[in-house]
């Protein structure tokens, strides 16, 4: 199975400021006929179900803001928050969908300092 | 715009079954493979189960494998899951989600409300 790491467990970030989070995969997501990395990113705030926030690394999904983005290739991602508003208070999470069973990171909680 | 509906979830006793549904509507069904998703009570997301749009594949957790079914009636826009020698670490909610194609290989954009799943005595 691949083993899904996020780092920081947690974070407190000032209105505005950058918010990191990253994503470690124990194998890599990148698919080598297409080029794509199999990763996703997921935003679940307290009684949400999840919401998708960016697929194949770094495709916004539509209707995200842009002040998310994604990153990385092969076994190492990040998502970033430009610029984070007081909405973006959540727990985000990296799934892997390249090979079965697909799996989740632990998740990162996020909130304003 | 797409829609997803769970129901099933209640309370059952360790060893006994049950059986999830979800009702998908403003997407043509069989286009896309589906998921479910659990949470456990203060825990992180587990993916459970994918089916193909045409439910001609199927794959599996190793923590549900063998006790789980994953199934989709397409006539009927609905997604299944049946769930037999439930454990109490099966206590979850649940939630079903659309994969972004007809593979199941792929991100889920659309995701339910999900439906709780209790197993105590």
């Known amino acids: 199975d691949i083993v899904m790491t996020q780092s920081p467990d947690s974070l407190a970030v000032s209105l505005g400021e950058r918010a990191t989070i990253n994503c470690k995969s124990s194998q890599s997501v990148l698919y080598s006929s297409n080029n794509k990395n199999y990763l996703g990113w997921y935003q679940q705030k307290p009684g949400q179900p999840p919401k998708l926030l960016i697929y194949?690394?770094?495709t916004r999904e539509s209707g995200v803001p842009d002040r998310f983005s994604g990153s990385g290739s092969g076994t190492d991602f990040t998502l970033t928050i430009s610029s984070l508003q007081a909405e973006d208070v959540a727990v985000y999470y990296c799934q892997q969908y390249y090979s079965i069973p697909f799996t989740f990171g632990p998740g990162t909680k996020v909130d304003i300092k | 715009d797409v829609q997803l509906l769970e129901s099933g979830g209640g309370l059952v006793q360790p060893g006994g079954s049950l059986r999830l549904s979800c009702a998908a509507s403003?997407?043509?069904?069989?286009?896309?493979?589906m998921s479910w998703v659990r949470q456990a009570p203060g825990k992180g997301l587990e993916w459970v189960s994918v089916?193909?749009?045409?439910?001609?594949?199927?794959f599996y957790a190793g923590s549900v494998k063998g006790r789980f079914t994953i199934s989709r009636d397409n006539s009927k826009n609905t997604l299944y899951l049946q769930m037999n020698s439930l454990r109490a670490e099966d206590t979850a909610v649940y939630y079903c989600a659309k994969g972004e194609g007809g593979s199941g290989y792929s991100s889920m954009n659309v995701w339910g409300q999900g439906t709780t799943v209790t197993v105590s005595s």
């Open positions: 089916i193909s749009g045409g439910g001609d594949s199927t």
């Open positions: 194949w690394a770094s």
């Open positions: 403003g997407l043509v069904f069989t286009n896309y493979g």
